[in-house]
C-alpha cells in the first residue's frame, strides 16, 4: 500500500482512555473463538490488540475485528486497512467523532 493511504494513520490524534482498555479486554474475553488477548497503550495512547484465536481461519479473524470495531466505533468516521499474512492478519483501525480525535487501534488475530 501506498504511504500516502497511511497518511490519515499517522497524522490521527487519538484519545485512548484507561478504561477502553478493560471494557477490550472484557469484550474479548466473551468473544467466540478467541483463546486469549494482550491490550496495551503507548505513550501517544495508540492502542495494540493482540488476539489469539482457538483455531485461526480468516473468517474467524475478520469476524472478530468487525464485532471489536463495532464495539469501538464513534459516530463519524470509520476506517481501517487490513494485512493478511501467514496465519496472521494485522488490522489499523481509527474511529472518531467530529474532527480528528478519537481511537487508534492496532489490531494482530494469529
Known amino acids: 500500500m501506498e504511504a500516502v493511504n497511511w497518511k490519515i ?3 490521527f ?3 485512548a482512555e484507561p478504561e477502553m482498555l478493560e471494557d477490550i479486554r472484557l469484550f474479548l474475553g466473551v468473544e467466540e473463538g478467541v ?3 494482550r491490550v496495551e497503550t503507548d505513550e501517544s495512547r495508540k492502542i495494540y490488540v493482540n488476539i489469539l484465536l482457538d483455531r485461526f481461519s480468516y ?6 475485528f468487525l464485532h471489536l470495531s463495532e464495539f469501538m466505533r464513534h459516530s463519524y468516521f470509520n476506517v481501517y486497512v487490513c ?3 501467514e496465519e496472521r492478519v494485522c488490522y489499523r483501525f481509527i474511529t472518531g467523532l467530529s474532527g480528528k480525535d478519537g481511537v487508534k ?6
Open 9 to 11: 494513520f499517522e497524522e
Open 13 to 15: 490524534r487519538p484519545h
Open 59 to 64: 473468517l474467524l479473524a475478520k469476524n472478530v
Open 35 to 37: 483463546s486469549e488477548c
Open 105 to 110: 487501534m492496532e489490531v494482530v488475530i494469529g
Open 83 to 85: 494485512e493478511e499474512m
